[in-house]
């Protein structure tokens, strides 16, 4: 198994956290990022993943692109208990309801904020910090009576929403008000095999 990626990439992150974490062996591939924010690839790669993004998984020949997508796919390979991806109807859908607000508002809000205040993206700070603490608003409303975002342990669901959340704690937004936030994350700190996020400009 083979993933594209950037160690500094927070989707790209989230897939080697779960390969952590389950224990697939892989080989990772870097993939530089140009200073126009694009990835440096070639047309080879570009038949790979025609959106010239990371993450981009290669398992012998089968290829994906996406981390929603890629996560799903890893789970339902390499975990037969189904902890990460439950087997219930309504439990698989909560997983993809939570991997939707990672893509929406934890992305446009959280990670959009400290990409701007940090690396200068381009961007409305403001539309972004509003955002943002709408994801906040949201994960707390889940979190507050409960430890993970479905069921009773750690899915896909909380690897999707906890990078972005992790790295802008007490520099970008303060978690003060948001008690079942804090503890979420340090659910999450404390799985065996948890590796930590880069933070490029820790
Ligand atoms: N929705 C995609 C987003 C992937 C994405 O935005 N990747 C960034 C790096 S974290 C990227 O490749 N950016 C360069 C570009 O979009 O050209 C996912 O979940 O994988």
């Not at 083979?2 to 080697?16: A, C, H, I, M, P």
């Not at 047309?43 to 570009?46: D, F, Q, V």
């Given at each position: 198994?083979?993933?594209?990626?950037?160690?500094?990439?927070?989707?790209?992150?989230?897939?080697?956290l779960l390969l952590a974490l389950l224990q697939v062996p892989h080989e990772t591939v870097a993939v530089k990022r140009l200073p126009d924010g694009r990835n440096d690839v070639d047309?080879?790669?570009?038949k790979l993943n025609p959106r010239g993004q990371i993450p981009t998984l290669d398992d012998d020949g089968f290829v994906l692109w996406g981390s929603t997508a890629i996560l799903t796919y890893i789970a339902l390979r390499h975990d037969p208990a189904r902890r990460w991806l439950p087997p219930d109807p309504q439990g698989a859908a909560e997983v993809g309801q939570w991997?939707?607000?990672?893509?929406?508002?934890?992305?446009?809000?959280?990670?959009?904020?400290r990409a701007i205040s940090r690396f200068g993206y381009s961007g409305g700070?403001?539309?972004?910090?509003?955002?943002?603490?709408?994801?906040?608003?949201?994960?707390?409303?889940?979190?507050?009576?409960?430890?993970?975002l479905v069921g009773e342990g750690p899915t896909l669901a909380d690897l999707a929403c906890f990078p972005e959340v992790a790295l802008t704690e007490g520099v970008e937004f303060?978690?003060?008000?948001?008690?079942?936030?804090?503890?979420?994350?340090q659910g999450i700190r404390g799985l065996d095999r948890f590796v930590p996020p880069d933070d490029p400009k820790a």
């Open positions: 198994m083979k993933l594209y990626q950037r160690d500094t990439s927070l989707y790209s992150y989230k897939v080697r047309a080879a790669y570009l991997m939707e607000l990672a893509q929406n508002e934890v992305r446009t809000g959280l990670f959009l904020s700070l403001e539309a972004a910090q509003a955002k943002g603490q709408i994801a906040l608003e949201l994960l707390e409303g889940r979190l507050r009576e409960r430890g993970w303060s978690l003060a008000a948001f008690p079942g936030v804090r503890s979420w994350l």
